[in-house]
């Protein structure tokens, strides 16, 4: 980590309220279905990024962190 480097290191639990599409009973119409689409992607998009994985795997990890109600490490900049 170089001493310019902005990011820090922060662990978070995902709150049981943030799901995946699939998981929505919303309509794909609605925008409370467009509203949890994009809370999801920024969640996963946050958890891709701080472990360098690929949008599955950050997808997987989110999924066990939010059921298990673990706090799971993110990187914040």
């Known amino acids: 980590m170089s001493l310019f480097d ?3 290191h922060s662990e978070v639990v995902i709150p049981e309220d943030v799901i995946s599409p699939l998981e ?3 309509s794909v ?3 409370e ?3 949890q689409q994009q809370r999801w992607s920024k969640y996963v998009k946050t958890v891709q990024d701080s472990y360098g994985c690929s949008w599955f795997e950050a997808r997987k990890l989110l999924i066990q962190h939010r059921d298990n109600q673990s706090p799971i490490k993110t990187i914040i900049s």
Do not use: G
């Open 6 to 8: 902005s990011n820090q």
């Open 24 to 26: 929505s009973n919303k």
């Open 29 to 31: 119409k609605s925008k």
């Open 33 to 35: 279905f467009k509203k």
